[in-house]
C-alpha cells in the first residue's frame, strides 16, 4: 500500500485544517491508520490511530477534544479534522498503516504517508 497526506497548509492561531490519507494498492481497509506528527529536530509524536473499520479510535491527550479521525474505506481515505490549533501544532503530519491493530508507537507502523506540513501562526 502507497500511503499519500495532504491537506497540509498555513492558518492563523484557533483555525481549522483538515488532513487527508489516501491510499492506493492494497486498500485502506486492510489497515489500522496511525496519525503523528514530527517537529524538526524533535521525535514524531503519536496522536491517535483509528481502526480497520471505524468503530474505535485512540487520542493522544495533547489533542483529544481538538482533532477528530474518520475513515471511509469505500474511498480508500482516511482524514484526521483538526480544529482550535495553537502554534503549537506547527509541525509535519504523517498519516501510517499498520496491517495489525496500531499503537501508539512509530515501529508498529510499516507504511507511512510523504506527510504534510501545517503551520499555526498567531
Known amino acids: 500500500v502507497q500511503l499519500q497526506a495532504s491537506g497540509g497548509g498555513s492558518v492563523q492561531d484557533g483555525g481549522s485544517l483538515r488532513l487527508s490519507c489516501l491510499s492506493s494498492g492494497r486498500g485502506l481497509s486492510y489497515y489500522t491508520v496511525g496519525w503523528f506528527r514530527q517537529v524538526e529536530g524533535k521525535e514524531r509524536e503519536w496522536l491517535g490511530y483509528?481502526?480497520?473499520?471505524?468503530?474505535?479510535?485512540y487520542y493522544a491527550d495533547a489533542v483529544l477534544g481538538r482533532f477528530t479521525m474518520s475513515r471511509d474505506n469505500d474511498k480508500n481515505t482516511a482524514w484526521l479534522q483538526m480544529v482550535n490549533l495553537t502554534p503549537g501544532d506547527t509541525a509535519v503530519y504523517y498519516c501510517a498503516g499498520d496491517p495489525k491493530s496500531g499503537g501508539e508507537r512509530v515501529e508498529y507502523y510499516p507504511f507511512w504517508g510523504q506527510g504534510t506540513l501545517v503551520t499555526v501562526s498567531s
Open positions: 483509528i481502526s480497520w473499520n471505524g468503530d474505535r479510535t
